[in-house]
């Protein structure tokens, strides 16, 4: 998660080694490393994420509801945004305490450019 968060791009392909790694660990927050990565705008840890990493939950939510295609959407990060998307995250997941959607949480933060993207 530290990896993912901070931007080690080189760390986190080694880390796929390891057979303890749970990939879809939590935080004490409900954070996984994909939603750090994600929310963060590292798009090359995302992509490797996505594609590397097989039994990762593109969809998988921390306790209020928000999946990485929300926290992307809310920070902008549009390379992030798509790249989920591709991977096959729901466009039309609600979290639970808002009940918006990725593009409405960009809509709602003033990410006119990443509303814009999830449209297209």
Known sequence: MVACSKGFVDIV????R?????VNQQDNDGNTALMMAAQAGHITIVNYLLNYYPGLEVDQRDPRGLTALMKAAVQGRQDCVTALLLAGADLQ???????KTAREWA???????TTVRIRT
């Open 93 to 99: 997941a609600v979290d639970a305490v808002k009940g």
């Open 13 to 16: 392909p080694l880390l796929q």
């Open 107 to 113: 809509n709602f933060t003033g990410r006119f450019e």
């Open 18 to 22: 390891c057979p303890y790694i749970n």
